[in-house]
């Protein structure tokens, strides 16, 4: 069973949730197969990784960080977990934690730029700017394709006040997303 990604979704995560979910099949399909998947195999990483996708993208954020967790007692070394951990951490608004999740992925893989991008949302919150725009620059360097991250640079740029650089990261951002809608055509 192949992981899924956040990052493999493209930018259209934040915009509309019924599309991704599309994309990996029908959700509840989805899920009964992870879950068929765990209770044949309890230590099946992939399937809990999956699983905990899943249920972010279903905002069931408390067990998708259960997800995570487990992912990670299997194998406390797996990068994806610990990225998908920090995203998760993000959304319920614990940023210590998320840059400490984000930082563990990044320390495995550091050529892996969800986790970039998810240590400068975290720095970002907790308004720690340069920092956050050092981390969302990283991701770019790994991705220069990565609206996500172009966007999260143009908030950290204007909370700096530097609101030129910042509609042109802004740009940036909607100009990527155009071209992977017109694939998606």
Excluded at 13 to 30: R, W
Excluded at 59 to 65: F, G, P, R, V
Excluded at 88 to 95: A, H
Aim: with cysteine.
């Amino acid at each position: 069973m192949k992981k899924l990604s956040f990052s493999g979704y493209g930018p259209e995560i934040d915009k509309n949730k019924e599309v991704i979910l599309q994309s990996i099949g029908e959700y509840k399909k989805a899920l009964k197969d992870c879950d068929e998947k765990i209770e044949k195999n309890p230590e099946d990483i992939d399937a809990w990784v999956n699983k905990g996708i899943l249920l972010f993208l279903l905002e069931d954020y408390d067990n998708a960080l259960m997800a995570c967790d487990k992912a990670l007692a299997i194998n406390p070394e797996d990068a994806m977990a610990w990225n998908n951990k920090a995203t998760v951490l993000n959304e319920l608004e614990r940023y210590d934690e998320a840059l400490e999740a984000g930082n563990k992925a990044i320390g495995l893989i550091p050529g892996y730029a969800d986790p970039w991008n998810n240590k400068g949302n975290a720095l970002l919150h907790l308004e720690k700017y340069e920092e956050a725009l050092t981390a969302f620059n990283k991701a770019l360097e790994i991705d220069p394709q990565y609206a996500d991250a172009w966007k999260n640079k143009g908030f950290a740029l204007n909370f700096q006040g530097r609101h030129d650089e910042a509609l042109r990261a802004f740009d940036m951002a909607i100009e990527i997303e155009s071209e992977f809608e017109d694939m998606e055509k």
